[in-house]
């Protein structure tokens, strides 16, 4: 296992009326699994991403219970710069994540940091500039980025620590539909190219179908729904209750399967897979009459 | 004086903020030295980015600030920095996390290298521009205390 | 037909950014009273920069901006604060009293309202938003949400005619964006001017019925949105995508489906048809949006009772 969280609880402060804002989380997830964790805003998303490499429970005070084991290290027993080797880290904020004065020496601060040689942190720096599509801007200060380029560095600047783990927190609401398309390209080509596993935490599923292996479902610290896109998609009800926004298409097919007309049996997930079952409807259906004409 | 402030004010605006921070690892300052005014440089700029996003908000509910007396322009901006610092000491918090999750270690830790440093070679000017400052330095600290002449300087 | 009056006009607008950024080319708009308008394009095409002139904020390098009959280069930030109403993208860089009250009292406050003014002012604006009980409390504490409903309060207590909100979906759930939306169509209603700055497609399909689509400092096109949708070339051009439901019917036009269903419903409605042999085109969407339905009282997403006979 990447990633195996047991019993996670977490709160924000040692009191007794603060609350949790992780209950009793249970995890797994493969070596080389895209996981997508989705939910209503403050159901612990962001909370869950800092589990994932150490920051909870170093860097914030609070109540850890249950174990977290990360590319088999357990956070308890390894500070956050230990758990880099492993587990990259992109955050929300553009701004706030981005540490040094210049795109290529932020890219290269993770592996300045572990050490390598300079030879080998050019060539990674390149390579990842090269993932986000963003090698133009290399010397570039990020006074001169739009928001959306900062986030692309930030990603490069987590590649370049070539993870086991990535781990991203909404790491596209800056972005253009385009921008978004492509960020979540990048990420479904490394892991190919290189064994990544991704955690990705996303408001707007609609795109990341086609590249989830997993989808989980977070709301009030706690996991209510898990599977694959196909499982995770039939809870209509579920979803819409927890505000989480199902693709058109699969809008379309709960539609189409509740209406006599069409013999639907199974939901689309993606608009490929929707044309060409309605296509293949329609065309049927044109025939049939054709049929019935002559 | 004036001469130090507008030299310094004017190296400052010349210059980028990436080029006097490799400039500074050059005469080997500890690193942790050069990410703390990383950090600084980081620091102000945001936080001006941020007071001019105030402001701007606060234009577009008619805030009109020529209009306002130095009294109640000196009230605005008191006003303005407190919220404006409670943000930025967020933020600065959530860098250092970041950093942290980069694998950077104050203690303990791997020895680092650096991407820059190999490509920014000193030169001979550099070394005699800087032999240069620290003897006119000299001489300037000398002069307050034992003025040795060229009294029609104004230094 | 009702002659209705322009409230935004924009001629031939210039506008370059102090480091050179030549962020507008020419953008010529008017914009009527009670319309809603969406504004999409990527990042950096300049819809931002074109609603930043509407409120002063920025004056243009060359061009005309009249706001209400009123030349923005001619005018002072209070006068146009009076008509534009802009609530920003991220409610932090919004905030920046103690107090909700406070908050919502710096418009009119400095707009020089008299005390019981300002008083009424505010307390409509916070019974509008629903924010009557946190009057007192520090804006930072308060959730996400509430913050953007205190950023439109603040806004609304100066009650401009004509309101821009800045990409009010990004970092939100659909809960928060719907709540949104929802309070600016009941401003809508109430008489005001809407714009939407957005990246979300579903959104505009189901709220908005006009739509300027904006590439590289121009505006490439501009109509309802159901014309703007079926049409995928300009918005290729643009780097803009429409709904999923749009693109699988345009996928699908050589079976007959017309390019521009918006919602499934619609596409469901669509397929319906042409499985019972009656021409698609004989379901009139014509402006029938998700907005449409609610003014008409009906939920779009039902299909409606005449289909299920066929």
């Known amino acids: ?294 | 004086m004036m001469t130090a402030l507008f030299g310094t004010l004017f190296i400052l605006t010349v210059c980028t903020d990436n080029d006097l921070l490799m400039s500074l690892r050059l005469i080997r300052i500890p690193h942790f030295l050069s990410m703390i005014i990383a950090f600084t440089f980081r620091g102000i700029q945001l936080f001006f980015d941020d007071m001019f996003a105030i402001v701007e908000a606060q234009k577009s509910r008619g805030l009109d600030l020529d209009t306002l007396s130095i009294l109640q322009k000196f009230k605005w901006f008191v006003a303005l920095v407190v919220p404006l610092f409670v943000l930025e000491f967020r933020k600065m918090e959530e860098t250092a996390n970041a950093a942290d999750s980069r694998g950077y270690s104050l203690s303990g830790g791997k020895k680092r290298t650096e991407l820059r440093l190999r490509e920014a070679k000193p030169h001979s000017i550099d070394f005699l521009m800087i032999s240069f400052l620290i003897a006119l330095l000299v001489y300037m600290i000398l002069n307050l205390f034992f003025p040795l002449g060229f009294n029609s300087l104004p230094f | 037909m009702v002659e209705r009056r322009k409230v935004v006009e924009v001629r031939d607008l210039q506008f370059t950014y102090p480091d050179g950024t030549v962020a507008l080319k020419g953008v010529n708009l008017d914009i009527y009273e009670n319309e809603i308008v969406g504004m999409i394009g990527q990042n950096g095409s300049g819809k931002t920069t074109l609603v930043k002139h509407f409120n002063g904020i920025l004056k243009p390098t060359s061009g005309k901006v009249i706001i209400e009959d009123v030349d923005t280069t001619k005018s002072d930030f209070k006068h146009l604060a009076k008509k534009v109403g802009y609530v920003y993208q991220n409610p932090s860089y919004q905030l920046f009293c103690n107090s909700v009250e406070k908050e919502v009292e710096f418009g009119p406050t400095i707009l020089g309202f008299s005390q019981d003014e300002i008083k009424q002012r505010v307390d409509n604006a916070l019974k509008t938003m629903g924010l009557e009980e946190k009057r007192k409390e520090y804006p930072f504490f308060l959730s996400m949400g509430e913050r953007q409903r205190l950023a439109i309060a603040s806004i609304l207590a100066t009650n401009p005619s004509i309101i821009i909100v800045d990409e009010p979906t990004t970092g939100q759930d659909i809960k928060r964006a719907e709540e949104i939306m929802n309070l600016l169509i009941k401003l809508h209603k109430e008489g005001r001017t809407i714009i939407v700055i957005t990246h979300d497609m579903r959104l505009i399909a189901d709220y908005v019925p006009r739509t300027v689509v904006m590439f590289d400092g121009k505006i490439l096109a501009d109509g309802p949105t159901r014309q703007i949708f079926a049409d995928p070339k300009t918005l290729l051009k643009a780097f803009v995508l429409p709904p999923q439901i749009t693109r699988l019917a345009q996928k699908l036009e050589n079976c007959g489906i017309p390019p521009d269903p918006l919602t499934a419903a619609e596409m469901c409605n669509c397929c319906l048809c042409f499985c019972s042999g009656s021409p698609t085109r004989s379901i009139d969407f014509a402006g029938c949006n998700h907005y449409c339905a609610h003014i008409q009282g009906h939920h779009s997403h039902r299909i409606p009772e005449k289909r299920k006979q066929l």
Not at chain 1, 177 to 202: C, D, M, N, W, Y
């Open chain 1, 1 to 294: 296992m990447s990633v195996s969280l047991r019993n996670l609880w977490w709160k924000y402060g040692e009191k007794e009326d603060v609350p949790w804002i992780l209950k009793g989380i249970t995890l797994d997830v493969k070596e080389g699994e895209f996981v997508v964790v989705t939910g209503p805003n403050e159901s612990g998303k962001t909370t869950l991403c800092l589990c994932l490499n150490g920051l909870i429970p170093y860097n914030y005070l609070g109540v850890f219970k249950g174990h977290v084991e990360v590319a088999g290290m357990d956070t308890r027993d390894h500070k956050t710069s230990e758990l880099a080797e492993k587990v990259g880290m992109v955050f929300q904020d553009p701004d706030c994540q981005f540490i040094t004065l210049s795109v290529d020496t932020e890219v290269a601060f993770g592996p300045e940091n572990f050490g390598l040689p300079i030879d080998e942190i050019e060539e990674r720096v390149d390579w990842a500039l090269k993932a986000v599509r963003m090698e133009d801007y290399k010397y570039k200060p990020p006074r001169a980025l739009s928001g959306g380029q900062k986030q692309r560095v930030a990603i490069a600047a987590a590649l370049a620590m070539r993870p086991d783990v990535l781990v991203l927190d909404e790491p596209t609401s800056n972005l253009d539909p385009v921008g978004k398309a492509e960020v979540l390209e990048i990420i479904s080509e490394l892991r190919k190219e290189i064994k990544l596993t991704a955690v990705i935490v996303e408001h707007n599923i609609e795109d990341c179908v086609a590249f989830a292996d997993r989808f989980i479902l977070l709301y009030d610290g706690k996991i209510e729904l898990s599977g694959s896109p196909e499982e995770f998609l039939k809870h209509e009800e579920k979803l819409k209750e927890r505000w989480v926004r199902l693709p058109q298409v699969t809008e379309l097919s709960h539609l189409m399967m509740t209406n006599e007309n069409f013999y639907l049996k199974n939901i689309y997930l993606t608009l490929n897979q929707a044309y060409e079952s309605v296509d293949q409807m329609l065309r049927r259906q044109r025939l049939g009459r054709k049929k019935e004409g002559s």
